[in-house]
């Protein structure tokens, strides 16, 4: 490996140590326990359980497609992309199915906090996103440079924050339709 990707990849492992360490303050702030880890009942877990599983397979069918481009020769992303590609389809099963499912909210957890904080990093990475098309660095010779992982990132935390606003207005409608029926 060069100077160049030796340092690249400090780069990366820094970064990721910083986001683990926002994420225990994030974790912190959106619990109204204030505790790191959140709590969910028996029936949540159990949701969870299923939307981790199909969230696996989905991560996997996604390695099958990005081996077989590579295999193919046919580059559309950086190696990084690629990668978090692969995480990022099974976190989008993994979260659609336990936010459809009532699995996705602790029962320790402030609602309006995490729609709030998916919103924001949402943004932010968004941010990023239009920074590298406006400075000519999102497609670098032809292929999605390693901020497209910023694109996903930003997809997957605004999807998240959306559809967890749409889940709780359906939940409240819901809920006056079936209190104006009692």
Request: hydrophobic share 50%; charged share 20%; with cysteine.
């Amino acid at each position: 490996m060069d100077k160049l990707g030796i340092f690249k990849a400090s780069v990366i492992a820094f970064g990721i140590i910083v986001g683990l360490i926002i994420c225990i303050f994030l974790f912190r702030y959106m619990n109204r326990d204030k505790k790191v880890i959140t709590k969910y009942d028996e029936r949540q877990e159990m949701a969870r359980g299923k939307a981790y599983k199909y969230g696996f397979w989905a991560s996997m069918i996604a390695a099958a497609v990005v081996m077989t481009l590579d295999i193919a020769g046919i580059e559309v992303a950086s190696s990084f992309t690629k990668y978090f590609f692969i995480m990022f389809v099974g976190i989008l099963v993994q979260v659609t199915i336990s936010i459809l499912n009532d699995a996705y909210y602790g029962i320790n957890t402030n609602k309006k906090r995490l729609i709030v904080i998916c919103i924001v990093a949402g943004i932010i990475n968004l941010f990023s996103v239009v920074a590298n098309i406006l400075g000519g660095m999102f497609i670098v010779d032809g292929i999605v440079s390693d901020s497209g992982a910023n694109a996903l990132c930003c997809i997957l935390m605004l999807y998240a924050g959306i559809l967890l606003i749409i889940k709780d207005m359906k939940d409240r409608n819901s809920g006056s339709l079936e209190e104006s029926e009692d």
